[in-house]
């Protein structure tokens, strides 16, 4: 079954460092999108792609996000200058058709 | 997107049928059910989706009342591999690529 694969599984960055999440979705996919859960919470969009643009973006996702699909395969997220509150599993999803989102097993992004 | 409320918590006895209700009563006629499911710290799986008949596939079946302001998810054999938390979202099929919006979600427990 096709996966949407997350690199690295656990980063660890000092607050005040950019940090870039990989992901690679399933390759006929047109959607793309980045959802975060800190820990105890919901499941929180930040962003979703298509066309080779953003979409939709939502409060969470400010001027020190920002998204790319820089080869046609991977699709990334920045982070820059990352706060403590950053701390939280990063999702990526990736859909083809209208229905189901299929979802990266995450990145855990602590910031210390 | 309407709004879904679900029990916060449910347990099943393993080998058993497992049905997690959710309220929908403000969904409009363009609106879907969708569940989704969350095993601890991974990412969410998608599970089944709905419009008005009833769905069973491979995972789960879907009950949707006839006047679509309520549904429920029948996994029939629980297994402790199902102990996860099980979202219920509604989302216009025509969203494009309009994102998922997750709530609270049921975290269910099945024991042996």
């Known amino acids: 079954e096709p996966e949407v694969t997350q690199t690295p599984s656990h980063q660890v960055t000092q607050m005040g460092q950019e940090v870039i999440l990989r992901c690679v979705p399933i390759?006929?996919?047109?959607?793309f999108y980045w959802y975060r859960q800190i820990l105890g919470q919901k499941v929180e969009f930040l962003v979703s792609f298509y066309n080779n643009e953003i979409s939709e973006k939502s409060e969470i996702f400010d001027d020190q996000f920002s998204v790319e699909r820089p080869d046609g395969s991977n699709f990334t997220l920045k982070i820059r200058s990352t706060k403590l509150e950053d701390s939280a599993m990063y999702f990526c999803a990736s859909r083809g058709g209208p229905y189901g989102y299929t979802f990266g097993s995450g990145t855990r992004l602590t910031v210390v | 997107d309407a709004k879904t409320t679900q029990p916060p918590s449910m347990d099943c006895a393993e080998g058993r049928a497992a049905n997690l209700p959710c309220n929908h009563s403000t969904i409009s006629g363009n609106e879907y059910v969708y569940w989704y499911r969350q095993i601890h710290s991974q990412g969410p799986q998608y599970i089944i989706h709905?419009?008005?008949n009833n769905e069973t596939n491979e995972m789960a079946s879907l009950i949707i009342t006839e006047d679509r302001k309520s549904s429920t998810l029948i996994l029939p054999h629980a297994t402790l591999r199902d102990t996860a938390v099980y979202y219920c979202?509604?989302?216009?099929?025509?969203?494009?690529?309009?994102?998922?919006?997750f709530g609270k979600g049921t975290m269910l427990l099945v024991s042996p």
């Open positions: 390759s006929n996919h047109l959607y």
């Open positions: 979202i509604v989302r216009a099929s025509n969203s494009g690529y309009s994102t998922l919006t």
């Open positions: 709905g419009l008005k």
